[in-house]
């Protein structure tokens, strides 16, 4: 048996897809559960992901995500963008 018949089959592939991501007053956020934590990356134009610089408490619900983000962020508002609203 070489090698390769050996390795496992990879897992199922970890796209952006099956991570919420918001647009948050413009600013477009990439949240993912990592075991018990939430983790939150900022989406650059061209599609790199960073180390938002906050934290997301383990308690918010997925569905409780828009409105948190909402509370964080509410003074970064604008006339033109005044809404946090998940995107995919």
Not at 47 to 59: A, E, N
């Amino acid at each position: 048996m070489t090698a390769a018949e050996s390795a496992p089959a990879p897992g199922p592939r970890q796209d952006a897809s099956v991570h919420p991501r918001f647009n948050v007053f413009g600013r477009i956020v990439e949240v993912r559960r990592e075991g018990p934590l939430w983790q939150a990356y900022r989406v650059g134009a061209d599609g790199k992901r960073t180390p938002s610089g906050f934290v997301i408490p383990d308690f918010v619900a997925e569905h409780e995500l828009v409105q948190f983000l909402e509370d964080l962020f509410h003074e970064s508002a604008s006339p033109h963008n005044g809404d946090v609203y998940r995107i995919g």
